[in-house]
């Protein structure tokens, strides 16, 4: 089975090569460990969690490698490690055939450090510092007389801040979700060890602050069916977005002497919507019902004005 990311979808036809063409695959293939250990009887386990599969990335994209989906654990009220983003809601994860999913959610795994402040059998809430991960996008800036050579790069100096409050019930559940972060970059016109510029300058910085709400809920109907519900908008959050896309883009002017103060920056808008009707898992494992869910999903971004 290959994953088909709507992102790479060829605009225009072609553009990635000729259709009819064969794949065979284990990218998807996945091991796992995960348990539990006793730390004493007046005080709560150790629960932790190791899982990779072979589904490249990133540098490593359209590659059969080991790619870390799991790695934490877990004492009481805190959590350290890679796992689902606090951002997110993997509950509302549709049953798909394709690998990679719906591109209109919230669907990230990322480093952080969780404290869980409430926890009962029906409610939970939540806070997480973050691992932050900018993607910048240049656009056409380097089309502009004058901005050639100018290179940018992701700057991150504070991890990303979200909460989550949970309430689980017998028709089902709904999930709010938040993230603050700051979306920054760093740039010059001409970056140090550069030979076919001149002046040389150092980099500077430049930054935007980016936010999200996430709504998610899944609402248990007839006998065996749930409805998922997923709403998500913000500005700067593309890279929590399965099958996301650009947190921030420079901008310059198209006219004027190029200067480094010339260039300004926008947190790139964002809004996501997936409906889904999909069968209730059976209780045996992971096995679901043989029938077809349904999905409506749409993802709208805005890119930066100008380029």
Not at 67 to 85: C, D, I
Not at 124 to 133: C, D, L, N, Q, V
Not at 152 to 157: I, L, R, S
Request: proline content about 7%; charged content about 20%; hydrophobic content about 35%.
């Amino acid at each position: 089975m290959r994953s088909i990311r709507p992102s790479r979808i060829a605009a225009p036809e072609g553009e990635f090569g000729t259709n009819g063409q064969s794949s065979l695959s284990v990218k998807q293939s996945r091991f796992g460990v995960k348990g539990t250990m006793p730390t004493g009887a007046s005080t709560p386990p150790v629960n932790f969690k190791f899982e990779f599969d072979m589904f490249g990335v990133g540098s490593d994209a359209g590659k059969t490698t080991i790619r870390l989906r799991h790695a934490y654990g877990e004492w009481g009220q805190l959590l350290a490690g890679q796992t689902h983003s606090l951002f997110m809601d993997i509950d509302v994860f549709p049953n798909v055939i394709d690998y990679w999913g719906p591109p209109g959610m919230v669907f990230f795994r990322n480093v952080q450090v969780r404290w869980t402040a409430y926890r009962t059998a029906n409610d939970s809430f939540a806070f997480a510092i973050e691992k932050p991960s900018n993607d910048v996008d240049s656009g056409n800036i380097r089309l502009v007389q004058g901005f050639e050579d100018f290179v940018v790069q992701p700057d991150q100096p504070l991890p990303d801040f979200t909460g989550q409050f949970r309430h689980d019930d017998n028709w089902g559940h709904y999930q709010i979700a938040g993230i603050l972060r700051r979306v920054g970059f760093q740039y010059s016109l001409c970056p140090p060890g550069s030979t076919g510029c001149a002046p040389i300058e150092p980099f500077q910085k430049g930054h935007q602050t980016g936010w999200g709400i996430d709504l998610t809920a899944a609402i248990n109907v007839l006998d065996k069916d749930k409805v998922l519900l997923s709403l998500v908008h913000g500005q700067g959050i593309a890279s929590y977005m399965n099958d996301g896309g650009m947190d921030i883009a420079p901008t310059a002017p198209p006219e004027g002497p190029p200067t480094a103060e010339a260039v300004a920056s926008e947190a790139v808008p964002l809004t996501g919507v997936a409906i889904v009707c999909t069968p209730l898992a059976r209780s045996m494992g992971n096995r679901v019902s043989a029938r077809t869910s349904s999905l409506t999903d749409v993802a709208a971004r805005r890119t930066t004005r100008g380029w």
